[in-house]
Structures are given as structure tokens and as C-alpha cells.
């Protein structure tokens, strides 16, 4: 079974680093590739720009996406995640400081899988991260992958 990889998409640096930490401390070991705005995460999911010579029919696992990036915002990446066919049915899960009700209702209506508020206490945080992994990456079967002919 190949390493599933985790796209996160985060711009805030002590946050990445937070996020990465309870990911190795609850031991989810998995290649975390990160995009600090929403056009880097759009040029990794399809092989653009700097991620040219990467293969965009091998997906991420999941990605984490953050709202609030700069250059696109996280809606707006989820929102062409589910406008592509080869991007559809990839599990996205908002991970926010947003406590907004119409960023929870956006990210829903644009197609997220889930919406997590990041714990502002390290602990919390660090529990959170843990079920995210353990549901996404161990327990939830995604969508088969297409063939490719």
C-alpha cells in the first residue's frame, strides 16, 4: 500500500507547524506535501507551474484547506476541486480559525467533506488531528479510483 500523501493547505507558518506536529505525535506518519496559498494548492492538485513534472492523476489522500489564503481563497480552491471531474471526489476538509456561520455554510454548499475548527489549546488541537487521521486516513474507504485507459 503506497503512502497516502495529505495536501495541506495552510498559510500561516506557526499553524503548519502546529498541524504537523500533532499529525507526527499522534503518529499519522503520511507525506504531508504543503501549499501556503490557494493557488499553489490549485497548481499542486492539477501539475502547473512548479508542479509541472508531478503526475495530477496521483491525488492526495485528503486535503486539509484552510478558508482565509491568500491569492485564492480556500472556497474558491474547494469550489474548483469539485468543478474538475478529476478532482471531484476528492475528500477536502476544512480546517479554519473561522467561527463563521457563512464560511461553515459555504464550505458545505461548495461540496467539503467536513468542517473543523482548529482548537486554539495544543491538546485540543493535537486530539482533533488525531481523529481527523484516524477517520480519513485509516477508517473512511474514499471513492474508488478511475481507471486509466
Do not use: C
Not at 503518529?27 to 497548481?43: F, M, P
Not at 503526475?55 to 474538475?84: A, M
Not at 486530539?127 to 486516513?137: D, F, M, N, S
Request: glycine share 6%; hydrophobic share 40%.
Amino acid at each position: 500500500m503506497k503512502n497516502k500523501i495529505i495536501l495541506l493547505v495552510e498559510d500561516n507558518q506557526d499553524d503548519e507547524i502546529l498541524t504537523i506536529r500533532a499529525l507526527s505525535k499522534n503518529n499519522i506518519l503520511n507525506r504531508v506535501v504543503v501549499a501556503r496559498d490557494g493557488a499553489e494548492a490549485l497548481d499542486y492538485l492539477f501539475g502547473r507551474g512548479d508542479y509541472a513534472d508531478r503526475d495530477p492523476t496521483d491525488l492526495p489522500e485528503l486535503v486539509l484547506l484552510d478558508i482565509n489564503l491568500p491569492k485564492l481563497s480556500g472556497l474558491e480552491v474547494l469550489k474548483q476541486i469539485r468543478n474538475d471531474p478529476r478532482t471531484r471526489l476528492l475528500p477536502v476538509v476544512m480546517l479554519t480559525t473561522s467561527n463563521e456561520e457563512r464560511d461553515r455554510l459555504g464550505s458545505y454548499q461548495l461540496g467539503a467533506n467536513s468542517f473543523i475548527r482548529k482548537p486554539v489549546d495544543f491538546s485540543q488541537f493535537s486530539e482533533a488531528i488525531r481523529q481527523l487521521g484516524v477517520y480519513w486516513l485509516v477508517l473512511n474507504q474514499g471513492p474508488p479510483h478511475e481507471q486509466k485507459n
